[in-house]
Nanobody
Framework: QVQLVESGGGLVQPGGSLRLSCAAS????????MSWYRQAPGKQRDFLAA???????NYADSVKDRFTISRDDAKNMVYLQVNSLKPEDTAVYYC???????????????WGQGTQVTVSS
């Protein structure tokens, strides 16, 4: 199986920054696109950013000037640098990845359990 574990969330004041990390582990052969989403209480899960194996990125318009996605393929990790945080950024942040494992011929989507980000003074 594949596990994705997020870390780096916490309580931060408005205007602050965090670096979220997501580590993928398990019987991984290769990983294609890695992405970040977030879900605020009572709302749907929203796309934030994605990064392809070659490094090309895609962002939601609402965060493209404040968030930066990156990846380290040697470590099977994806990161999200979040800057100039606002109270409305409060949410659980999730990563996902398209993964091919040693026991499957296709790529499948895996999700982490999420990390809480709370922006408050």
């Amino acid at each position: 199986q594949v596990q994705l574990v997020e870390s780096g969330g916490g309580l931060v004041q408005p205007g602050g920054s965090l670096r979220l990390s997501c580590a993928a582990s398990g019987s991984i052969i290769s990983i294609k696109t890695m992405s970040w989403y977030r879900q605020a209480p009572g709302k749907q899960r929203d796309f934030l950013a994605a990064i392809a194996p070659g490094g090309s990125t895609n962002y939601a318009d609402s965060v493209k000037d404040r968030f930066t996605i990156s990846r380290d393929d040697a470590k099977n990790m994806v990161y999200l640098q979040v800057n100039s945080l606002k109270p409305e950024d409060t949410a659980v942040y999730y990563c996902n990845a398209e993964v091919r494992t040693s026991y499957s011929a296709i790529y499948e989507i895996y999700w982490g359990q999420g990390t809480q980000v709370t922006v408050s003074s």
